[in-house]
Nanobody, 122 residues
Framework: VQLQASGGGLVQTGGSLRLSCATS????????IAWFRQAPGKEREGVSC????????HFADSVKGRFTVSRDNAKNMVYLQMDNLKPDDTAVYYC????????????????WGQGTLVTVSS
């Protein structure tokens, strides 16, 4: 199982970025995917998750209305669109997958990709 997040970079406050998560080694259609982030000196936090078919999504309160999550199971890809970015969004962003199938809020995420750094300047 492999996941690789990409698309991070430096952006000004109010800007947008689209993160991508490339997956391989498992049948993406069967599993939810989550996005997490970890800011310097802070604990990792969940940002968003999307159900296996993409019909259900969840977002942390801090990003609701600004971030959207989507997936293209045919391409083995998951995306996190981040709009109206704020300096508090600065963090390394990770995508993760569970070992078991289930609702995206109710599974543990055991497989992690290398993160991608998002820096939002004020």
């Amino acid at each position: 199982v492999q996941l690789q997040a990409s698309g991070g970079g430096l952006v000004q406050t109010g800007g947008s970025l689209r993160l991508s998560c490339a997956t391989s080694g498992f049948i993406l259609d069967w599993y939810p995917i989550a996005w997490f982030r970890q800011a310097p000196g802070k604990e990792r936090e969940g940002v968003s998750c999307i159900s296996s078919a993409g019909g259900t999504t969840h977002f942390a309160d801090s990003v609701k209305g600004r971030f959207t999550v989507s997936r293209d199971n045919a391409k083995n890809m998951v995306y996190l669109q981040m709009d109206n970015l704020k300096p508090d969004d600065t963090a390394v962003y990770y995508c993760a997958a569970p070992k078991i199938q289930g609702g995206c809020l109710y599974v543990g995420y055991e497989y992690w990709g290398q993160g991608t750094l998002v820096t939002v300047s004020s």
